[in-house]
């Protein structure tokens, strides 16, 4: 697999995610998975909840590991944003106790195709400005500076689109305004994250090639047909100079020192045996 990424280039997926995501829908089974149940955060019951001590018992007795490999795979869960904390989003780890985690939606997954765009987060900051009534963090004030000077010629409709989602995010309850509140920040604290954190998404230098393409042996048309049309023609040529009746040229093999060693002496000599001599 391969990601499309902000500057349309292909950049090597990470293997691993594919198994962490196995892993985290066998969290997600109704019946073998994590039980969830609704949790109380501040004065908001937020549904479908669970304690980092819950997820680390699992993952210990899902893959027979110990506590300590466990603790590692679950920081690399929330830290690729399958997984987010409630109380401490800023912070991306697993804490082994009675911290209260959600499972992300899949369309904020890591592995999904469509980019983390200027556009995407500009509207995110926007609407956090309107909600915050301007106070965001530096690095999201600077971010949104930033952006305003970027993208200004389509500016009205970064606030636009902001005051819309901000107007539709009031007539939802409680309880589901503040888990997607959650999963966005979740989301741009994985893809743009705040200075001094880890990018665990960088993946390096852009790549102008797939480099996970199945690459086909296959020789050119042009390059076996010159190949083929040179050898039958040294062949008539020299039995034209002896004297003798041009026969139908017989079957090159790799054999003959015009053809060994080349391309399409190989060829030939696949096809020898399909080829029938008068």
Known sequence: MTIRHQGQQYRP???????????????????????????????????????????????????????????????????????????????????PDGSLYRFQTPYFWPTQQWPAEDTDYAIYLAKRNIKKKGILEEYEKENYDFLNKKINYKWDFVIMQAKEQYRAG??????????????????????????????????????????????????????????????????????SHAGAPSPQPAPASVSDPAVRGTEAGAVLDLFATFTTVD
């Open 170 to 239: 009031k007539e939802r309850n409680k309880a589901d305004r503040y888990a997607l509140d959650c999963q966005e920040k979740a989301y741009w604290l994985v893809h743009r994250c705040p200075p001094g954190m880890n990018n665990v998404l960088d993946y390096g230098l852009d790549r102008v090639t797939n480099p996970n393409e199945v690459q086909v042996n296959q020789l050119s048309f042009s390059c076996l047909h010159s190949g083929c049309c040179g050898v039958l023609r040294r062949i008539k040529n020299r039995n």
């Open 13 to 95: 997926r990470m293997a691993f995610l594919q198994k962490i995501e196995a892993l985290v829908k066998d969290m997600q089974n109704p019946e073998t998975g994590i039980k969830m149940q609704n949790q109380k955060v501040l004065v908001t019951s937020v549904p479908h909840a669970m304690t980092g001590s819950d997820v680390l018992q699992w993952i210990v007795q899902r893959l027979w590991i110990s506590n300590l490999e466990a603790q590692n795979l679950g920081n690399f869960v929330v830290k690729y944003g399958y997984i987010y904390p409630l109380q401490d989003p800023k912070n991306l780890i697993l804490k």
